[in-house]
């Protein structure tokens, strides 16, 4: 099974950048996704990237502020957050769809079709 790990989280002032990182220990044509998850609350789909085209998604509350990226001579995938506010507060989760499954769309983009999750990174945006 794969297995992923991530970096990149920590705190920032409203208006900032952070980059998380996930790197994923088997690299092979699927979605790789990032969720967040807040105290209380489902996990929410935020973005996705099918390895195999490039071809990207993002939820309405972090589209034009999130990037979704990929280098696959490092075998890494990438979340930039600009703009931050502090309603992205969050623990956020790289997370590998399962093979065959194209996680682009708002009703694909759920739990339901995510084979392996990452330790999860904590973002804090305050005021």
């Known amino acids: 099974q794969v297995q992923l790990v991530e970096s990149g989280g920590g705190s920032v002032e409203a208006g900032g950048s952070l980059t998380l990182s996930c790197t994923v220990s088997?690299?092979?044509?699927?979605?790789m996704a990032w969720f967040r998850q807040v105290p209380g609350e489902e996990r929410e789909g935020v973005a996705s990237?099918?390895?195999?085209?490039?071809?990207?998604y993002y939820a309405d509350s972090v589209k034009g502020r999130f990037t979704a990226s990929q280098d696959k001579a490092n075998n890494a995938v990438y979340l930039q957050m600009n703009n931050l506010i502090p309603e992205d507060t969050a623990m956020y989760y790289c997370a590998a769809g399962r093979p065959g499954f194209y996680l682009l769309t708002q009703a694909n983009l759920h739990p339901t079709y995510i084979d392996t999750w990452g330790q999860g990174t904590q973002v804090t945006v305050s005021d």
């Open positions: 990237i099918y390895t195999g085209t490039d071809y990207t």
């Open positions: 088997e690299y092979t044509d699927r979605t």
